[in-house]
T-cell receptor, first 111, second 112 residues
Framework: KNEVEQSPQNLTAQEGEFITINCSYS?????LHWLQQHPGGGIVSLFM???GKKKHGRLIATINIQEKHSSLHITASHPRDSAVYIC?????????????FGKGTHLIIQP | EAGVAQSPRYKIIEKRQSVAFWCNPI?????LYWYQQILGQGPKLLIQ????????DSQLPKDRFSAERLKGVDSTLKIQPAKLEDSAVYLC??????????FGSGTRLTVV
């Protein structure tokens, strides 16, 4: 069973700061997702990675398969980025491909 | 493209009552997942369907939880009888062969 650890659990920063959220996992994966969850429960998929790096607007996600580690970066952070960011992985093999989730990082960006 | 639809958005019930949640996945997505998210934790997979067959229900408390996807499209998740510890957000998601994961807005269940 894959164990997914995120850090930090909570992060408060000032508007404009560069934000980094880390994710590590214990077992080989076929894909890693970064998700955003706002109060109310709905989850939005930000990235799906299997290697390298992806960029979308001010968000950048990287993954190092050998080190079993991924990071999510937010440049020029804004109060609307305040949310819970969740890392989730899809383990290798088998027909069951439900995601294993980290506990999330609660990010608050203050104006 | 329409998203994953879930209803109701909120539900409050007394313990020992029954409740049902409904999910309509993205059109064409053969795989449907139900997740349970307890406050302060990441979501946990309850059950995965491939079309109308169950792929993984190893974490579904089968003594009180049941789920079905009769025609390979819509799905319902039922709890009977509910316990206090079932209070959580129930998320439905769908994918096309594990890709294009899309989540619904969730149903927030409070058991009192």
């Amino acid at each position: 069973k894959n164990e997914v650890e995120q850090s930090p659990q909570n992060l408060t920063a000032q508007e404009g700061e560069f934000i980094t959220i880390n994710c590590s996992y214990s077992v080989g994966i076929s894909a890693l997702h970064w998700l955003q969850q706002h109060p109310g429960g709905g989850i939005v998929s930000l990235f799906m990675l299997s290697s390298g790096k992806k960029k979308h607007g001010r968000l950048i996600a990287t993954i190092n398969i050998q080190e079993k580690h991924s990071s999510l970066h937010i440049t020029a952070s804004h109060p609307r980025d305040s949310a819970v960011y969740i890392c989730a992985v899809r383990s290798l093999g088998g027909g069951a491909d439900g995601l294993t989730f980290g506990k999330g990082t609660h990010l608050i960006i203050q104006p | 493209e329409a998203g994953v639809a879930q209803s109701p958005r909120y539900k409050i019930i007394e313990k020992r009552q029954s409740v049902a949640f409904w999910c309509n996945p993205i059109s064409g997505h053969a795989t449907l997942y139900w997740y349970q998210q307890i406050l302060g934790q990441g979501p946990k997979l309850l059950i995965q369907f491939q079309n109308n067959g169950v792929v993984d229900d190893s974490q579904l408390p089968k003594d009180r939880f049941s789920a079905e996807r009769l025609k390979g499209v819509d799905s319902t998740l039922k709890i009977q009888p509910a316990k206090l510890e079932d209070s959580a957000v129930y998320l439905c998601a769908s994918s096309l062969q594990g890709y294009g994961y899309t989540f619904g807005s969730g149903t927030r269940l409070t058991v009192v």
